[in-house]
């Protein structure tokens, strides 16, 4: 599979959340292309800056710094955003939401022609199994999470504003793994070494997961169809591997291989969402910054099946996965073998 690029290796790009682990990564894929790229983020990336890559520390939620920032680009991913499950909903709206709209703003000043949004599945989890669900499927009218709301508000305004002058989409990759990663695997190891892990639900879930490098590929080629064809205007996409994968087979599987204890005790969903209920309580009252080790949001997402249809980015994108699941595993285990030896 052989993708030229030649309209993005031209352009001038600002990579909001640059040295996140998606934003690092497509910062780096950018520099391979030849594109002239810099981070925007709210700290200092040495190891971007060892590589001549130009970094601006800032906070979206700073309209002049944005504004800033936009000036003489053509095109701008915008990746940066206060993730996770738990945290104040005026932090999350300021963030995700007021500072999407910095974004906005600052590409209409500065006659910025592409932006590509980093948004999620997580808009549209209604609580509900979904099996295969395509684009098609309404935002979660009662979201669990602030961080959930936010993006669904924050995607609604990215995609609503896409016109001729000012093209944009939305990418939905679903839970991003691989080398680099500083979430979602570490979170899992340390909860598997720990022995705090449960099986939520009957264990039968299936989810999408998505490699790093087949999430960055999905940006790039949604940069790409809007500076050329533009058919994928003003829509949104789901993102992921090639098929979903049962959510606790793969966790033991990768457990097996780390030399971890497979996750064997089981917490049925009532019981697991009554204590995300109490949690969440208790941390509100206790003015608690730490996530609760449960909320009522992660007891659904780690119980309910929630995988999509790629189909839509297949057809308008011409997304397929680079990398497969398998191969991706190898990758993981590599980086985390090389990183316990440093």
Known sequence: MIHDFSALKTQNILVTGGGGFIGKALVLALRDLGAEVQAFGRNRYPELEALGIPCFQGDIRDQAAVHEEAQGKTCIFHGA???????????????????????????????????????????????????????????????????????????????????????????????????????????????????????VGDGRNMVDITYIDNAVFAHLLAAENLLTSATAAGEAFFIGQAAPVNLWQWINALFTRLDITAVKRRVSLPMAYAAGTVLEQWHRLSNKVEEPRMTRFLALQLAKSHWFSHAKAERLLGYQPLIDTEKGVERLLSWLDGARTL
């Open 81 to 199: 955003a206060k993730a996770g499950f738990w945290g104040s909903r005026e932090e999350y709206m300021a963030i995700n939401l007021q500072g999407s709209k910095n974004v906005l703003a600052a590409c209409r000043s500065a006659q910025v022609p592409v932006l590509v949004y980093t948004s999620t599945p997580s808009v549209v989890f209604d609580q509900n199994d979904i099996n295969g669900g395509d684009e098609g499927l309404p935002y979660a009218n009662q979201p669990l999470c602030a961080y959930a709301a936010s993006k669904i508000l924050a995607e609604q305004a990215i995609l609503q504003a896409s016109s001729a002058s000012l093209k944009t989409l939305a990418i939905r990759p679903h839970l991003v793994w691989g080398p680099g990663d500083n979430n979602l695997i570490p979170h899992l190891v340390e909860r598997g070494r720990s022995g705090q892990l449960a099986v």
